[in-house]
């Protein structure tokens, strides 16, 4: 069965700092996909990333970055120079190949001081 | 254009009542999924819609229950509510590519409260 786990529960950090949101998936499929979505104070969930298994390549937008790990089951969100706007929850999620169930971790409550 | 909308934006019900929860994909969406998203959770799956059918349903009771539309408009039923029901709940739509495992946008979910 496939699994998302957020060990971090809440994050503070300050303003300009780097920060690091982990995040560890199980499953036994060997196609699947993992997201990464933010939900501010406002409720609506935004998404910030779709990887695919066959993809380990690491991508870079902007202040974003993340690390795709098959050999650790992990899937980390790097933000540098972090903002205060962007405090909110992020959500780690996956979806194995043939499953319309997306999978979604406890998330992670960043905050961001200034 | 527009994205993913729902309504209403709050509820409030009694237990034992039934509720309606509405969704209007995205332009160019086919595949619609709902999410129940408890206090400090994150959002669990109930049901996904593709061409009018429910394609696939997650853990949840009987009483909820679903409805897509020629347009792709969906609805959520939850039948005799309980205290426990109380959540956000999120409408997602996935583009015209069979819907499957493809990112999914959100709404900005109903607030439902039963009391």
């Known amino acids: 069965a496939q699994k998302v786990t957020q060990a971090q529960t809440e994050i503070s950090v300050v303003e300009k700092e780097d920060v690091t949101l982990d995040c560890v998936y199980e499953?036994?499929?060997?196609?699947?996909?993992l997201f990464w979505y933010k939900q501010p104070p406002s409720g609506e969930l935004v998404f910030l990333i779709r990887?695919?298994?066959?993809?380990?390549q690491n991508e870079i937008s902007g202040r974003y970055s993340w690390n795709f790990q098959k050999s650790t089951s992990s899937f980390n969100f790097t933000i540098t120079a972090s903002q205060v706007v962007g405090s909110a929850v992020y959500f780690c999620?996956?979806?194995?190949?043939?499953?319309?169930?997306?999978?979604f971790g406890a998330g992670t409550r960043l905050t961001v001081k200034p | 254009d527009a994205g993913v909308t729902q309504s209403p934006t709050h509820l409030i019900k009694t237990r034992g009542q039934q509720v309606t929860l509405r969704c209007s994909p995205k332009s160019g969406h086919d595949t619609v999924s709902w999410y129940q998203q408890a206090l400090g959770q994150g959002p669990q799956f109930i049901f996904q819609y593709y061409e009018e059918e429910e394609r696939q349903r997650g853990n949840f009771p009987d009483r909820f229950s679903g409805h897509q539309f020629p347009n792709y408009s969906s609805e959520l039923n939850v039948n005799a509510l309980l205290l426990g029901d109380s959540a956000l709940y999120l409408c997602?739509?996935?583009?015209?590519?069979?819907?499957?495992?493809?990112?999914?946008?959100f709404g900005p979910g109903t607030r439902l409260t039963v009391t």
């Open positions: 990887r695919n298994s066959f993809d380990e």
């Open positions: 997602a739509s996935s583009p015209k590519t069979g819907g499957i495992s493809y990112e999914q946008y």
């Open positions: 999620a996956l979806s194995e190949g043939n499953n319309n169930d997306m999978r």
């Open positions: 499953t036994r499929d060997t196609t699947y996909y």
